[in-house]
């Protein structure tokens, strides 16, 4: 399974931006996804996850209400829309595939199987 994230960049606060991450493989579908960052000299951090199917969202509380995610399974592709971006959003982001057995959201890095190799998004005030 391979991914590759696009989309990083630099923005003004209060601007937006769509990240994407294309995934490798024919069983997307089965596939959780998540989004996570890693500000620097910071620990990576939990920032969205949906369900297989799409019906499931949940977010980190720093991004809720600004951030969506969301996935077309026909395209294989996870996206995170950032708006309302702030300086503290300052990030790589990177986004992950949960193999699951079982339909769930996956907040820990630990239950993400596979990982792309980030985009930096840089926020300026």
């Known amino acids: 399974v391979q991914l590759q994230a696009f989309g990083g960049g630099l923005v003004q606060a209060g601007g937006s931006l769509r990240l994407s991450c294309t995934v490798s493989?024919?069983?997307?579908?089965?596939?959780?996804m998540g989004w996570f960052r890693q500000a620097p000299e910071k620990e990576r951090e939990f920032v969205a996850a949906?369900?297989?199917?799409?019906?499931?969202?949940d977010y980190a509380d720093s991004v809720k209400g600004r951030f969506t995610i969301s996935r077309d399974n026909a395209k294989s592709t996870v996206y995170l829309q950032m708006n309302s971006l702030k300086p503290e959003d300052t990030a790589v982001y990177y986004c992950?595939?949960?193999?699951?057995?079982?339909?769930?959201?996956?907040?820990?890095?630990?239950?993400?199987?596979?990982w792309g190799q980030g985009t930096q998004v840089t926020v300026s005030s």
């Open positions: 992950a595939v949960d193999v699951q057995v079982y339909s769930r959201l996956s907040y820990y890095s630990s239950e993400y199987d596979y």
């Open positions: 493989g024919r069983t997307f579908s089965s596939y959780g």
């Open positions: 949906i369900s297989r199917s799409g019906g499931s969202t």
